[in-house]
């Protein structure tokens, strides 16, 4: 069983995405990282749940989480000329990755 889904969608140079959260064990938060390939650009994280917020990696700890029914909704903007992203969606407990979820993106097509 799958305790994260990742979902995305692009418009223009911004990246919408979903995170499920499908556990409702023990871990700590959900951190959220973009990989620009190619190194030419980066990715910022504009947007968390309705929130404006300029991150370049994101952690939501599991209370907030809870809150906003199991669900994370993000927007990042690519910065620079960037072709391609990978999106990780990690699952956090004391520190340490126990799940994770990844999605790449083709921003050319």
Known sequence: MEYLEL??????????GVVK????G???????????????????FTEVNGKNTSLY????????IVKSNNE???KAVVEGNAERVRLRASMIQEHKE???HESR?????
């Open 21 to 24: 959260v499908k556990y409702n």
């Open 57 to 64: 990696r994101l952690f939501i700890p599991k209370e907030e």
């Open 98 to 100: 126990i799940a994770y």
């Open 105 to 109: 993106v083709d921003l050319l097509l």
């Open 7 to 16: 979902s995305t969608t692009i418009q223009g140079n911004s990246i919408e």
């Open 72 to 74: 994370i909704i993000f």
């Open 26 to 44: 023990r871990y700590d938060g959900i951190q959220v990282n973009a990989h620009v390939y190619d190194a030419k650009g980066i990715a910022r």
